[in-house]
């Protein structure tokens, strides 16, 4: 990938297919003019586009109006625990809750930036950081919790994320999360010197509703055979940039008005300007016009749980994936690494 | 390469340090996990493992830093690292998002905080809002001074150490009396934390020149990339980028005529509606009106078409004022003007012309990309509110140029422009006026009409990030009145500011990501193993999108320098990007060429200053011209040329 350049532009079409909620406060057109409400950073409950413009770039609206209704406890306030901590408070959700009772050591101003040296010996990790961690965003509630996590703490949370906790402390949480109903989201993640692990949770059947942020792409149809599978043709001034496994929509079709139904099909590619979807045969010709736009559609992940990840890391049994290409340590090792050393972790 | 054992102690016996690359590194990465349990983009499978076994030292142990804030990392790097890093001078380029989370690192690993380091840091741009999503070292408070002084004295207040210093300069050709050879020759390395090509290009330039490591990093959304430049080892940043060239480059006939996407819509509401009729207009009548004589000199240099619209646009703004003063119903007249203009009878003119066409060449038009518009509604006494939006936001936009106070009440809007009650004007088909020929010379204007024109017109500066001013809302009115013509998706008023205001998508959570593991480079060259055998295979850059799970976490090593050959008979047979022949001190011409040819062996035939090939500081031609003989025989010059005595 080339250097990012300031006056990229970024082509977009609107991701929404018109059916899930439309958080965008400024509504053009689709609502009466008196009806239309005021500008959004004015309001309370609506989000702060001028502040969050640049991610509402990435995110859209939906998620952002997702985002600023979650309540994240973080447990372990070292150096990975204020990073998470302050990554996320920037990013706007409703509210996030410290938890770490240990004393502040000297050693720990090395990672975490917010202590200083009046706190060490002093005051917690969680309080020490609590102030300045709560000036990084006025829209976010930050508070403390001290001593031990309890179950009741977790009503209405949707993610922990765990540092430095015990094994024991973790497969117990673990199984604590996924049995709430909605599941808790469940994160682990530790450094060990130059190695690290992070461990991801999100229950049973969580629902993925955007695999990649990518902005839908159209393209307009030039013809469909009648065949099976069925190939479409799209207009060679444009290559339609669809991939394997998409998901499409068709609307406007001439003569095969079969597809015009509004129901997603998964597509094949065969070459930038083709691709084949259903059995064609048995649908009236293609006589001209339609637009394909490419549809999230939203799919189901199960997770495994702390307990059997550990043993099996994938759920599926496979080989572990990479985290680096070039690794200096293949994975397997470090998988079995970083139990060996939780397993040591008191 | 790693053994297992050796993992299995980096994770046993390391147990305990932390280091903090590490942890800005997942810290990025888990809250993006955090964040994608609203269902956007792909959780990871799970597990992410991250290591970098290579900067394990086999000095262990803290030594004197035992119970300071450098515990962990003197620990796991060693106390000599320790020395090393204190005293680095470092030059970061750019205090944003990715200079904000640099400057963190830095001061948490105790760089540049010897008595011989030195981190100067430098951004020419002040704080504004928006910037505070991902510059976490600002706060509100801090909107509008410069980014690098606020920046430099919050980590100066974490570690008082450092020793920071904070420019506000830009890096480029102008500021090399600044950052000239006594600068440059003093660094360590350079740090790139910059948002442009441009500037990236220059630095590299510089590096290059003075041989220094380069670090590089950039984001875009969840994707991010992280380079290093190593003298005499790598490919420079200059060998790989490509030209700005726009992929999304649209038709000039799809915008203007033929649009089929939103995105179309939006560029063209930019480009020609609000570009025209709120900057160029407003820029030119002033032009005009201030100095008539300059006005026409200046538009006799623009083209046709341009002039053209240069006087149709200030007519235009001169027939408004005739009617008398300005005030609030004229600026509603004429967004009144612009909607039946743009969005209704342009539309019957252009739907006309071509189904005129259809039916001359018997060949179906409207196909393709070529979709048919259909023509914007108006009813006079219950206006549709598509046409109101775009009534409100231009109308008041007019406001601006004219210092009418605003109308922002919209039950108050509505009533006026009922009680304007306001028609649609009667359309005939173009026949043979296709392009309006009026001839709008400037002669034709009543000079009594320019005499009265005492009021002047303020242009607007288009600035996404006001939402008071109108101009996203503009934007988005008309974008989705084009949109409905051709029967389009609309546009979220959100989106429209992102596209037309040109906003590169940003997160706090790729940045950090993308720094974690800049900061571990930065580590490898103050340990010196960019000097070391292998160099190559120690180090990583990274690509890296967040958004898809741990699929796309490419890390790879960099590219080996490119090799030419000299193919000279000297002793220099291959050179890189990263080569110089140095020389000490000043020399004069024919030294310097005598002292090149003795280094590189072969003849000397042209010199050039650096980038530029146009001009030649020596011509070994033009040198042995000096011994040509010139005679004039027989009313004939006579030259003969003759090469250079040795």
């Not at chain 1, 998964?266 to 691709?275: A, N, W």
């Not at chain 2, 006939?253 to 649009?259: A, G, H, I, N, Q």
């Not at chain 2, 110089?580 to 000397?604: F, Q, R, S, T, Y």
Request: overall charge negative; aromatic content about 8%.
């Amino acid at each position: 990938m080339s250097a990012l350049e300031g006056e990229e532009l970024h082509a977009l079409e609107p991701t929404s297919t018109g059916n899930s909620d439309r958080q965008d406060v400024l509504v053009t057109g689709m609502v009466d003019f008196l009806g239309h409400l005021c500008i959004p950073h004015r309001s309370e409950t609506a989000i702060d586009t001028n502040l969050y413009s640049r991610q509402i770039g990435t995110f859209g609206m939906e998620t952002m109006g997702k985002l600023i209704q979650m309540k994240v406890l973080i447990s372990g306030l070292r150096g990975l625990g204020v990073e998470v901590a302050k990554n996320l408070i920037l990013a706007g959700p409703a509210m996030v809750i410290l938890h770490d009772d240990s004393i502040a050591e000297q050693r720990d101003l090395g990672a975490n930036f917010y202590l200083t040296e009046q706190d060490v010996g002093s005051r917690t990790r969680a309080e020490a950081s609590l102030k300045q961690l709560s000036e990084l965003n006025p829209y976010v509630s930050v508070r403390t919790h001290q001593g031990p996590l309890t179950e009741e703490l977790l009503s209405g949370v949707s993610l922990v994320v765990f540092s430095e906790t015990s094994q024991s402390e973790l497969l117990r949480w673990n199984e604590v999360c996924r049995t709430r109903n909605p599941p808790v989201g469940f994160i682990t993640a530790d450094c060990f010197g130059l190695a690290s692990s992070v461990f991801v949770d999100f229950g049973e059947s969580f629902t993925c509703r955007d695999k990649d942020g990518e902005e839908p792409r159209s393209a307009i149809v030039s013809g469909v055979t009648l065949e099976s599978p069925g190939t479409v043709h799209t207009h060679q001034d444009r290559r339609h940039g669809f991939n394997d496994g998409d998901w499409v929509v068709f609307r406007e079709v001439q003569g095969m008005t079969q597809l015009n139904d509004g129901k997603p099909r998964q597509i094949k590619v065969t070459g930038p300007y083709s691709f084949s979807i259903e059995d064609t045969t048995g649908y009236s010709a293609y006589v001209s016009d339609g637009i394909v736009t490419q549809t999230k559609v939203p799919h189901s992940i199960k997770f495994s749980s702390y307990k059997n990840s550990l043993v099996q890391p994938k759920h599926s049994g496979e080989e572990m994936h990479a985290a680096d290409l070039s690794a200096s340590t293949p994975p397997c090792s470090s998988h079995k690494g970083c139990v060996f050393s939780l397993g040591l972790a008191p | 390469m790693f053994s297992e054992e050796n993992a299995f102690s980096c994770y046993a016996n390391r147990m305990d340090p932390r280091d903090e690359r590490l942890c800005a590194f997942l810290g990025g990465a888990v809250a993006q996990e955090v964040i994608k349990k609203t269902g956007k983009f792909t959780p990871v499978e799970q597990w992410i493992h991250h290591d970098d076994a290579c900067l394990v030292q086999s000095t262990a142990g803290a030594g004197d830093y035992d119970g300071t804030r450098y515990a962990h990392q003197a620990a796991v790097l060693g106390t000599n690292f320790m020395e090393s890093i204190k005293k680095q001078r470092v030059f970061l380029v750019g205090c944003g998002a990715l200079g904000c989370e640099y400057l963190k690192g830095l001061a948490l690993m105790g760089a540049c905080s010897g008595a011989d380091g030195k981190l100067i840091v430098t951004d020419m741009d002040r704080i504004e809002v928006s910037n505070l999503s991902r510059q976490f070292l600002f706060r509100q408070s801090d909107v509008g001074n410069p980014k690098s002084t606020s920046a430099a004295r919050v980590v100066k207040g974490w570690n008082p150490d450092l020793q920071i210093e904070a420019l506000e300069k830009g890096v480029g050709v102008t500021s090399e009396d600044f950052f000239d050879d006594a600068f440059w020759t003093s660094l360590d390395l350079c740090w790139n934390a910059l948002d442009n090509v441009v500037a990236r290009k220059y630095t590299d330039k510089c590096c290059l020149w003075y041989g220094l490591p380069l670090l590089e990093s950039g984001t875009l959304g969840t994707k991010c990339n992280s380079d290093v430049f190593l003298p005499g080892l790598t490919k420079s940043y200059n060998d790989g980028v490509e030209t700005d060239a726009n992929e999304t480059q649209i038709a000039m006939c799809t915008l203007r005529s033929f649009p089929f996407l939103p995105l179309h819509c939006i560029e063209f509401a930019k480009q020609a509606y609000f570009s025209d009729y709120m900057e160029f207009a407003p820029q030119q009548y002033e032009s005009f009106r201030k100095d008539p004589a300059g006005f026409f000199e200046q538009l006799d240099a623009m083209s046709e078409a341009e002039q053209f619209k240069a006087l149709k646009m200030i007519k235009g703004i001169i027939e408004l004022q005739q009617a008398g003063a300005i005030d609030f119903d004229v600026c509603i007249k004429a967004a009144f003007n612009h909607y039946c203009r743009d969005f209704v009878t342009s539309i019957r003119d252009l739907v006309y012309n071509c189904d005129e066409i259809e039916k001359t060449t018997g060949k179906p038009f409207w196909t393709g990309t070529k979709r048919r518009p259909i023509e914007a509604k108006w009813d006079t006494s219950a206006p549709p509110a598509e046409a109101l939006e775009y009534l409100y936001a231009t109308a008041n936009c007019y406001a601006f140029m004219w210092k009418v106070p605003f109308v922002r009440n919209r039950t108050e809007f509505q009533k006026r422009v009922v009680q304007l009650n306001l028609q649609v004007p009667a359309w005939a088909p173009p026949s043979d006026k296709k392009v309006e020929t009026e001839e709008d010379d400037g002669d034709k204007v009543d000079p009594a009409a320019i005499e009265a024109l005492k009021a002047g017109i303020w242009a607007h500066d288009f600035e996404k990030d006001d939402d008071t001013n109108f101009h996203i809302d503009f934007l988005t009115a008309s974008t989705n009145l084009r949109a409905s013509n051709y029967d389009i998706k609309h546009t979220e008023r959100s989106t429209v500011k992102v596209t037309a205001g040109r906003i590169i998508p940003a997160l706090a959570t790729t940045t950090a990501m993308i720094c974690g593991l800049v900061d571990m480079e930065f580590l490898k060259i103050v340990l010196g193993m960019h000097r070391e055998e292998g160099a190559l295979d120690k180090f990583y850059n990274a690509n890296v999108n967040l958004a898809t799970g741990l699929q796309a976490m490419n890390v790879f090593r960099p590219e080996p320098a490119i090799v030419r050959k000299t193919e000279l008979p000297g002793s220099v047979a291959e050179f890189t990007s990263w080569d110089k022949v140095e020389v000490d001190g000043e020399i004069p011409l024919e030294e310097l060429v005598k002292h090149l040819e003795a280094k590189l062996g072969g003849e000397l035939r042209r010199l050039h200053p650096a980038g530029n090939d146009k001009v030649a500081l020596y011509d070994r031609s033009q040198a042995e011209m000096l011994n040509w003989k010139i005679e004039i025989s027989a009313g004939q010059v006579q030259v003969e040329q003759q090469h250079r005595q040795e």
